[in-house]
C-alpha cells in the first residue's frame, strides 16, 4: 500500500510539474534548453562564458513509450522523452531524446563546449557541423565526417570547442550520412550587445523561444528513401512538414486532418510590441518552402545569420541550409493567427501550421482563417518564374566590408543532373542500363553533380591526411580535360577539388543546367557575397552565361552585396558570388539537399595556408600519421 502511494504521490507531482511548464509556454521542446546560465541578456552580461553541454545521440523512436497517450492526448504530447512529430511511430536519431535537438543559444564571443557521446545501434558514426561557424583557426571543429575528421564511433565520445564569433542565427546538424534528416539538429543562436547589432532598434523583444527550425518528414526512415531513390524502388518521400518537430499532416485543398496528430505549435506575442522571429530551414531534400504570418508584414533583416538593410514583404521562400530572421510588429487585433508554412517540390502538397496568439486570447480555439490556401503577396528569395525580391536585390547592413571588387580567379561551376553506369552502382551498363530505363522497364536514377564530376571522398579526413594520399585521387573540370576525359560523356568519380592560394578573390559562377529543380548551395568555412542571379528557365551552360557576359547582360551588385553561406542556384539560371580565400583548409562546398549531395553534388575547395595542429582528442580511423 506504501508503495502504491509513493507511485501515487511521484506521478501527482511529474503531471503538476509538466502543466506547470506546458502553462508557461507550449514550447516545451525548448524550456530545459532555456535554463541554460548562457541564455541571457548579453547587454547585463556581455563578458564572454564557456558554455558546456553534453549531448547523448542515440537510436530512438517517435511516439515511444514516453508519449503514453499521444497523439490522442496533446497533453501526453508534451511530455518529457517524448518525440511526437506527426503523430506516427517511426525510427529516428535523437539527440537528448529531443527532435528537435537541444538549442544552443550564446552572447557573441562565447566559447562553447559540447561533448557529444554516440550510442547508436548498428556501430553507426557520426560527426557534428556548426551550420553557419567558419571555424577560423578551428578548422577541425567544422565536423565534416571524411573532410575535417574521422566519425565519432559508436561507444565513442568528443568534445567540439567552437567559438561563437559568428552572431546571428546558424543551427548544427549532423553531417554523416543522412542523419539530418531523421533528427540530429538543432538551432544555434548566438546574440549581441544591442551596440553591436545594427538592427537593434527595430524590435523590442528577442525571445528565445521565437524560433520556427523547419523541415520535412516522412513515415519511413531517411535511409529507406534514399536508398530506393538510389536503386529504382520508387518510395514516397515525404509525408508532410514539420515546425519545430510538430506536425498535423496538412494537405493542400482539406481543412480537414488526415489523421490523428500532435497540437499545432504556439508562439505568444504582446500587443503592441515588436518581436524577432529567427527561421531556420533545416530541411533534408528537395522541399523549399514559404513562410508568412496571416494579417502580417514581416520586415526581414538578417539572412544566415549577417545583417541586411531591412525588407518589407509578405512571404519569405527558404530553402535547405538558409535562415531568415525578421521583425513582427504585434498591431493587429488580439487574436490568433496562422503562422504558414507552405511547401513546394517535393513538398507541393503540403502546408504545416503554427498559431501566432496574442496575450488575453482564449487557448485552444484556432484562427477563424482558411488552413488550406497558401497566402499571396511580396515573396523574398523566391523560387523560378515568381515575381520577389532575389537574393541578389538586398544590401549589406554593415558598413565595413572586404574589397572584392578586384577578382584575382574566377571559377564556372556547372550544377548537372546526368545519367550514368557505373558511378555509384546505380545502373548496371549490362543489365539495368541507364539507357534502357522507362516506363515500361525500371526507374532511372540520375546522378546530381558539378561539372558532371561525382564527388567521392577518401576513408580519411582530408584535413589531416590529404597529402597521404595519391594525386590520381584528386580531380576538377580543368585537370580531366588536359588528361583528355570529357565527363559531358564519360563518367567522372574523384575527389572533386578546386585548390586557391591564401588571399586571393575569387568569383564564382554557380550555372544550373537543368530547368526543374533549384539548388541550395552551401560553402563551408566562409561567407560569400552574392553579387547577382537570374533565372532563364531554360537549358542552361557556362557558353551561355559567358555569352551573357560579354554582352553586359549580367549585372554584378557590387554596393554592399549580402553575405551568405547557402544561396539557391535557380533552374535554368545561375548565381555570381565572390569571397576572400583568408581562411586555409578543406572546406566543403555543397548542394544541400541530402540525397543530392549522396549522389555526388558537391566538391571541396582547398585554400593552401598554415593550419594549427588537430586536437590531442579529435577522432582517429587510421593509422596514417597525421600531416
Not at 530553402?319 to 513582427?328: A, H, I, K, M, P
Not at 504585434?330 to 502538397?349: H, L, T
Not at 486570447?361 to 523560387?383: F, M, Y
Request: charge should be negative.
Amino acid at each position: 500500500m506504501y508503495l502504491i502511494d509513493e507511485i501515487e504521490t511521484v506521478t501527482s507531482l511529474l503531471q503538476s510539474e509538466q502543466r506547470r511548464l506546458l502553462l508557461k509556454n507550449q514550447s516545451h521542446w525548448l524550456i530545459n534548453d532555456l535554463d541554460h546560465p548562457c541564455v541571457r541578456d548579453c547587454d547585463a552580461n556581455p563578458a564572454p562564458m564557456t558554455c558546456r553541454y553534453n549531448w547523448t545521440i542515440e537510436s530512438y523512436f517517435s511516439v515511444s513509450r514516453a508519449c503514453y497517450q499521444c497523439p490522442f492526448s496533446s497533453y501526453d504530447c508534451s511530455r518529457t522523452d517524448c518525440v511526437p512529430m506527426a503523430g506516427y511511430a517511426r525510427p529516428v536519431y535523437s539527440v537528448n531524446r529531443k527532435v528537435p535537438g537541444p538549442s544552443i543559444q550564446v552572447c557573441e564571443n562565447d566559447v562553447i563546449e559540447v561533448r557529444v557521446r554516440n550510442i547508436m545501434m548498428n556501430d553507426e558514426g557520426t560527426s557534428i557541423h556548426w551550420h553557419g561557424f567558419h571555424q577560423r583557426d578551428t578548422p577541425h571543429m567544422d565536423g565534416v565526417s571524411k573532410v575535417t575528421q574521422c566519425s565519432i564511433e559508436a561507444g565513442q565520445e568528443f568534445t567540439y570547442r567552437v567559438p561563437a564569433v559568428n552572431a546571428g542565427t546558424h543551427w548544427w546538424h549532423s553531417h554523416s550520412g543522412i542523419q539530418r534528416a531523421d533528427g540530429i539538429y538543432g538551432s544555434l543562436i548566438v546574440r549581441q550587445t544591442s551596440s553591436s547589432d545594427p538592427h537593434r532598434h527595430l524590435y523590442d523583444v528577442d525571445d528565445p523561444r521565437h524560433i520556427l527550425v523547419i523541415t520535412e518528414w516522412s513515415r519511413q526512415p531517411a535511409t529507406t528513401t534514399a536508398a530506393g531513390l538510389f536503386h529504382g524502388a520508387g518510395v514516397i518521400e515525404v509525408d508532410g512538414i514539420l515546425i519545430n518537430g510538430r506536425g498535423t499532416n496538412l494537405v493542400f485543398g482539406s481543412e480537414d486532418k488526415a489523421n490523428v496528430t500532435v497540437d499545432h505549435h504556439v508562439v505568444y506575442v504582446k500587443s503592441g510590441l515588436r518581436y524577432r522571429f529567427r527561421v531556420i530551414g533545416a530541411m533534408g531534400d528537395v522541399c523549399p518552402v514559404t513562410v508568412s504570418v496571416d494579417h502580417h508584414e514581416l520586415t526581414v533583416i538578417a539572412t544566415d545569420g549577417a545583417p541586411i538593410d531591412p525588407v518589407v514583404v509578405d512571404r519569405i521562400t527558404i530553402f535547405s541550409g538558409e535562415r531568415y530572421d525578421f521583425v513582427l510588429d504585434a498591431n493587429q487585433e488580439k487574436d490568433s493567427y496562422w503562422i504558414r508554412v507552405a511547401g513546394d517540390f517535393a513538398c507541393a502538397s503540403f502546408q504545416e501550421l503554427a498559431i501566432l496568439r496574442y496575450d488575453m486570447t482564449p487557448r485552444g480555439i484556432e484562427p477563424d482563417e482558411d488552413k488550406s490556401i497558401r497566402r499571396e503577396g511580396v515573396t523574398l528569395n523566391p523560387l523560378a518564374g515568381t515575381d520577389g525580391i532575389l537574393t541578389s536585390d538586398l544590401r549589406d547592413a554593415e558598413e565595413t566590408m572586404d574589397d572584392l571588387s578586384q577578382v584575382d580567379v574566377t571559377s564556372y561551376i556547372e550544377l548537372n543532373v546526368i545519367g550514368r553506369n557505373r558511378i555509384k552502382g546505380l545502373h548496371d551498363p549490362i543489365f539495368y542500363p541507364v539507357e534502357k530505363a522507362g516506363n515500361d522497364t525500371y526507374l532511372a536514377t540520375f546522378l546530381t553533380v558539378l561539372d558532371n564530376i561525382t564527388l567521392t571522398l577518401p576513408g580519411v579526413p582530408l584535413l589531416t591526411h590529404a597529402q597521404e594520399l595519391d594525386n590520381s585521387m584528386f580531380c576538377n573540370r580543368q585537370s580531366l580535360l588536359k588528361d583528355g576525359v570529357d565527363c559531358s560523356t564519360e563518367g567522372c568519380a574523384c575527389i572533386h577539388t578546386l585548390s586557391f592560394k591564401q588571399d586571393q578573390v575569387v568569383e564564382l559562377v554557380m550555372i544550373n543546367t537543368g530547368v526543374i529543380a533549384a539548388h541550395p548551395m552551401h560553402l563551408h568555412g566562409y561567407y560569400f557575397t552574392v553579387l547577382g542571379m537570374q533565372s532563364l528557365s531554360i537549358p542552361f551552360s557556362t557558353e551561355d552565361f559567358k555569352n551573357l557576359d560579354e554582352e553586359g547582360n549580367v549585372s554584378r551588385n557590387l554596393n554592399n552585396p549580402p553575405r551568405k553561406d547557402s544561396v539557391m542556384v535557380p533552374p535554368g539560371g545561375y548565381v555570381v558570388v565572390r569571397f576572400r580565400t583568408s581562411n586555409p583548409g578543406w572546406w566543403l562546398m555543397h548542394c544541400h539537399f541530402d540525397t543530392h549531395l549522396l549522389l555526388g553534388m558537391g566538391l571541396l575547395v582547398h585554400v593552401d595556408g598554415p593550419l594549427p595542429t588537430p586536437p590531442d582528442d579529435l577522432p582517429v580511423c587510421t593509422k596514417l600519421p597525421r600531416v
